[in-house]
C-alpha cells in the first residue's frame, strides 16, 4: 500500500465504512495525530477505548495499548496498524518474572503501568499510568507492601512523592526515556534559564530535573514531572515563553498546537521511540483498508486482567 496525496480522506472514508475510531498516542508521527479522531496520553485514549460507539477501534500507538483496549472492550474489534509495534519497557517483565516476584513477598500488592502485556496483567492488582501512578499507589493502604513495575524511573517518582519505603519497584526502563539524561537536562536549562522544565517521569533525568529545583539552579515552579497529558494542560496553563520537553519527540507536535506562542525543545531531540513510529500512513490505510492486524487477547488472561485495567481508568483524572 502505498499513500498518496488524498490519504488521509481516504483512510477517513474507510474508517467511516467499518464504523470504526481512529486513536493516536502523543508519540505518533504528526500526520498520523491529524489524521484521528482522538489524541490524548495512556489513560485518556484507555477511557475514550472503554467507552467507544463504534464497533472497531484502530490504536495507532503500541501493541500494548491496543491489548489494553481489546481488555477493557472484549466485543470490540481492535486493530493495530502494524502489529510488530512493541515496547522495550513492557518486553521488561514477563509474567513468569513477576510470578517469582511475588511469592517472595507474600500478600503485597501488585501495581503494573500500562506498559505491560496482558499475561502481566493479569497476574496484576491494579495498573497505572504515568497521570495517575500516585493515586493508584495512594490507593493501596500503607500497612501493605507494594511491587511496582515495571520503570524504575516511574516507580522513584512515586516513591519519593508518597515517601513509601515498603514500595519495592522492578529494574526496567523505557530505552527512549532512559536515554534522555541529567547532562543533556542540565546543560539544556542552562543554556535557556528562563524555559519551563516539563519532564516525563519515565526519563533517567527525572531525580536531575527535582536536583535543579531543589539547589535553586531552577526555579521550583519552573520544573514539572508530568505524563504526556499533563504536559497539555500545563503547556496551556504557565506563562513561560520557552519550555523544555523532556519525553519522547512526537509529543512536541500536539505541545505546539495546544500552545502555538511557547517556544517547545526537545531535551534530546534524537528521543524517538522507532515502535511508535512503525504506524505510518502506508500502514494505517492497509489497516483500514484490509482489517489488519488484529488484536486478539486470551479471553481467560483478559478476564483476569479485566478488573486491574478497570481500577486504573477509574482512579485520577
Ligand atoms: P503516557 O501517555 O501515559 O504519558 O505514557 C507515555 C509512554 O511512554 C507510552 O508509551
Ligand atoms: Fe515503550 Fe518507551 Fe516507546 Fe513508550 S516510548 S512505547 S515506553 S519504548
Not at 13 to 28: C, G, S, T
Not at 118 to 147: G, H, M, Q, Y
Not at 203 to 220: D, K, Q
Amino acid at each position: 500500500t502505498t499513500a498518496g496525496p488524498g490519504w488521509a480522506a481516504e483512510v477517513r472514508a474507510l474508517a467511516r465504512e467499518r464504523d470504526a475510531v481512529l486513536l493516536a498516542h502523543n508519540y505518533q508521527l504528526p500526520e498520523i495525530q491529524d489524521v484521528a479522531d482522538h489524541v490524548g496520553d495512556s489513560l485518556a485514549l484507555s477511557r475514550i477505548a472503554a467507552e467507544a460507539d463504534a464497533s472497531t477501534i484502530v490504536f495507532c500507538g503500541v501493541h500494548f495499548m491496543a491489548e489494553t483496549a481489546k481488555i477493557l472492550s472484549p466485543d470490540k474489534t481492535v486493530l493495530i496498524p502494524d502489529a510488530r509495534a512493541g515496547c522495550s519497557l513492557a518486553d521488561s517483565i514477563t509474567a513468569e518474572q513477576l510470578r517469582e516476584w511475588k511469592a517472595e513477598h507474600p500478600g503485597a500488592a501488585v501495581v503494573s503501568y500500562v506498559n505491560t502485556t496482558a499475561a502481566v496483567k493479569a497476574e496484576t492488582d491494579v495498573c497505572c499510568t504515568s497521570s495517575n501512578a500516585v493515586e493508584v499507589v495512594a490507593s493501596i493502604p500503607r500497612e501493605r507492601e507494594v511491587l511496582f513495575l515495571p520503570d524504575q524511573f516511574l516507580g522513584a517518582h512515586v516513591r519519593r512523592v508518597l515517601d513509601r519505603s515498603d514500595m519495592h519497584v522492578w529494574a526496567g526502563e523505557c530505552h527512549v526515556h532512559a536515554g534522555i539524561n541529567g547532562r543533556q537536562l542540565t546543560e539544556q536549562s542552562q543554556a535557556h534559564p528562563e524555559a519551563d522544565l516539563f519532564v516525563h517521569p519515565e526519563c533517567g533525568c527525572a531525580t536531575s530535573a527535582l536536583y535543579l529545583a531543589g539547589t535553586g539552579a531552577v526555579p521550583e515552579d519552573q520544573v514539572k514531572i508530568l505524563s504526556t497529558g499533563g504536559m497539555i494542560d500545563a503547556a496551556r496553563a504557565t506563562g513561560a515563553k520557552e519550555v523544555l520537553v523532556a519525553t519522547e519527540v512526537g509529543m512536541l507536535h500536539q505541545l505546539r498546537r495546544a500552545a502555538p506562542e511557547i517556544e517547545f525543545r526537545a531535551v534530546n531531540d534524537r528521543a524517538s521511540c522507532t515502535y511508535m513510529k512503525m504506524i505510518t500512513p502506508e500502514a494505517l490505510l492497509r489497516s483500514v483498508r484490509e482489517g489488519t492486524d488484529e488484536v486478539h487477547v486470551d479471553p481467560e488472561l483478559a478476564a483476569r486482567g479485566r478488573a486491574a485495567v478497570q481500577r486504573m481508568i477509574e482512579i485520577g483524572n
